[in-house]
């Protein structure tokens, strides 16, 4: 049922994926597993202490497990150092298209979309490979000096000879290469099957291995219903990978986080998302998309709280209410008050959930968690 979308950056991947050592292992499996020894060393931190898993653990569906009410986004190999966004799962991210303006998207309710696709939540990396270079050298994240410094970490390590047996003999001659090289591991890792597992009670039922409970069931129908309206943009297409996403970005209303260190730190701080993005939008689309952040996957979404940008709230029921009342009643100010979805103002109407259906809602998104 699932099909792999080969991207231009994974192409030298799967072009080589035929060839084979003696032992009879794909190039792309040993790259593989070499992209999971990279993904989990701390050693590639400046204080190893931290790795990409760190933040992104499978135990918590490849979510940051430390965040709190009180620190709702990661800290940095640095004590103290704190970005500004929730870490975001890093699972089925290999799935996201890349950053494209498009024809502008209506959904049925009228909310328009210009933009699709990207790594981070403003969608300012194509790829996982260009993606993967960017944490290493983020001071607020893993905080090394440079590339070189990353480069001379592996090769200094204790699979610095399984690096060179996927990438040859001449593997750290060149640090830009060397470099490449280490995110195109990890990339490959991400893309594996290891993290995109496919393996929830939605997937079953779709397999017809399961069967969802009454209340998944009602939750599934209201998920994708008119009232509730989920599904426009958490699409869940009839045929082919289900994400739960069309990759594109809306403002949500999402308000201010008080416990966010960045606004603590500075407290008009707003982060405009899309519009941060301000090297690849169009000149002349910064104020039409600003607050707009591209719509997440709901897989593994029990595991991955707190929610939204800036990790505002702690339950998906908090989640519920946002759409349903929290907007539409003006309860609360949204970060940014530009082009909030029609989904949420609903004609200043609350969606009109009741109790019962907010909890089939919870229900059927915990169907998403892979086992
Ligand atoms: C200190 C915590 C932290 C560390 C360490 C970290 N990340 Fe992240 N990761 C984040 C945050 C926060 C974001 C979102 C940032 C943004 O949108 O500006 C993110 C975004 C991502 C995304 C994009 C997901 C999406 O849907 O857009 C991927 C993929 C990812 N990280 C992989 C990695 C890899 C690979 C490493 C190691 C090289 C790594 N991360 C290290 C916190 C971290
Ligand atoms: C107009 C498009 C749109 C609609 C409709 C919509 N969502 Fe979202 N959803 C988003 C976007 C965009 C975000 C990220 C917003 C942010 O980070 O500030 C999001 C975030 C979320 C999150 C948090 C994800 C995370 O990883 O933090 C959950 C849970 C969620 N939506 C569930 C729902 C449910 C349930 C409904 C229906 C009641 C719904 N959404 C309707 C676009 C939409």
């Keep these: 049922m ?22 009879g292992i794909t190039r792309q499996a040993q790259m593989q597993a070499l992209g999971k020894i990279l993904f989990f060393d701390s050693n590639l931190s400046s204080n190893n202490n ?11 569906g490849f979510a940051d497990p430390n965040v709190s009410k009180t620190a709702p986004v990661s800290m940095g190999s640095v004590t103290g150092a704190f ?16 950053f494209t303006k498009t024809q502008p998207h209506t959904t049925v309710d009228g909310t328009v979309s210009n933009y699709q696709g990207g790594q981070f939540l403003d969608g300012r990396r194509d790829n996982l490979m260009m993606q993967a270079k960017d944490p290493f050298l983020n001071p607020v994240e893993m905080n090394n000096a440079n590339a070189a410094e990353v480069v001379n970490k592996v090769s200094n390590s204790s ?24 995110a195109m591991a990890i990339a490959a890792f991400e893309a594996s099957d290891e993290v995109n597992l496919f393996t929830s009670k939605f997937d079953d039922v779709r397999n017809g291995t399961a069967t969802f409970s009454a209340s998944e069931q009602r939750g599934f ?20 990978t289900i994400l739960f996403t069309n990759h594109r970005y809306y403002n949500i209303g999402t308000p201010s986080n008080p416990d966010n260190p960045a606004v603590q730190a500075y407290s008009a701080y707003i982060d405009t998302g899309l519009a ?26 029990e595991k991955t709280a707190p929610y939204m940008h800036n990790g505002v709230y ?13 907007v539409s009643q003006q309860f609360i100010t949204p970060e940014v008050d530009n082009e909030i979805a029609n989904e949420l103002i609903n004609n200043g109407n609350p969606l009109g959930l009741q109790t019962e259906e907010i909890t089939d809602l919870v229900a059927f998104m915990k169907t998403l968690t892979d086992k």
């Design 83 to 98: 970005g500004n966004r929730n870490a975001p799962t890093a699972a089925y991210a290999f799935f996201t298209p890349a």
């Design 159 to 182: 699979y610095a000879s399984d690096f060179i047996a996927v990438f040859g003999t001449g593997a750290f001659d060149n640090i830009d290469t060397a470099y490449d090289s280490i």
């Design 314 to 326: 702690q339950t998906l029921e908090q989640v519920i209410r946002h759409y349903d009342i929290m």
């Design 221 to 240: 129908k209201l998920f994708t219903s008119t009232k509730a309206k989920c599904a426009n943009c958490h699409t869940i297409p009839d045929t082919g």
């Design 276 to 301: 941060e993005n301000i090297s690849v939008i169009d000149a002349g689309d910064a104020v039409s998309e600003a607050g707009k952040f591209r719509t997440p996957t709901l897989r593994n979404i």
């Design 50 to 60: 931290q790795s990409c898993a760190s933040c992104h653990d499978p135990a918590t």
């Design 2 to 23: 699932r099909f792999i979308i080969v991207t231009t950056a994974l192409l030298s991947i799967s072009c080589s994926s035929s060839t084979q050592d003696n032992s």
